[in-house]
């Protein structure tokens, strides 16, 4: 059974593409009793610009994530009761109405792009994992995913890739590898990174 302030929180960071999300849904596969939590559902309500000023905003710079709530809703896992995460619609920068609940857990798994850019988030974090992947690799990733799901043109994921995506990469991403306790390569096979990662959380009694 679950008690409360025995969370094992586990943060994954790295840059778009990497393969983050990747190893932490590997992560969830191996754990009877997980959370996972996106920081990307946590960017900033846009609802009350327009259209033309949510264009300018920089989705790459730590501003543009709610990451108090991040924090806030991290201390309520731990504490042993459940969250209401927020859904993000990416095609208008707005949150719907809807929330996905959350339940506390032995094991929490947050990954971010920015994640580890936070002091905030890194003390609640008992293990901090950074993943790394080659730069075109990475981009090529981000259009694959931007297209898909979130109905966004190649051209214009180049733009903002060029824009702010790669220097918020160079300025606030990057520096977070030397806050990691375990840097993982995103290229590779994550079974390895997984069992890795779970050695740890199973060494310290979770």
Do not use: W
């Not at 959370?35 to 264009?55: C, F, I, M, N, P």
């Not at 043109?153 to 990057?174: F, I, N």
Request: aromatic share 6%; hydrophobic share 40%.
């Amino acid at each position: 059974m679950f008690r409360k302030h025995m969370t094992y929180t586990i943060g994954i960071a790295g840059g778009t593409g990497a393969g983050k999300t990747r190893l932490a849904r590997a992560l969830l596969k191996r754990f009877d009793h997980a959370a996972l939590l996106a920081h990307d559902a946590y960017y900033r309500d846009l609802t009350g610009l327009s259209e033309k000023e949510r264009a300018g905003v920089n989705f790459d710079a730590p501003e543009s994530l709610d990451t108090e709530l991040l924090a806030e809703h991290l201390d309520r896992l731990g504490a042993g009761k459940p969250v209401a995460v927020p859904v993000y619609d990416f095609s208008t920068h707005t949150r719907t109405t809807e929330t996905r609940t959350a339940f506390p857990a032995p094991v929490v798994i947050v990954e971010g792009i920015l994640l580890l850019e936070s002091e905030a988030i890194c003390e609640r974090l008992k293990l901090k994992v950074f993943v790394e992947a080659d730069a075109d690799e990475r981009v090529l990733r981000r259009i694959q995913r931007d297209v898909d799901e979130r109905g966004r043109s190649v051209a214009s994921v180049m733009e903002q890739y060029l824009a702010t995506v790669k220097p918020m990469h160079d300025r606030y991403v990057e520096p977070c590898r030397a806050k990691a306790d375990l840097v993982v390569n995103g290229r590779r096979d994550t079974s390895r990174a997984v069992d890795v990662i779970v050695a740890h959380v199973q060494a310290s009694g979770r």
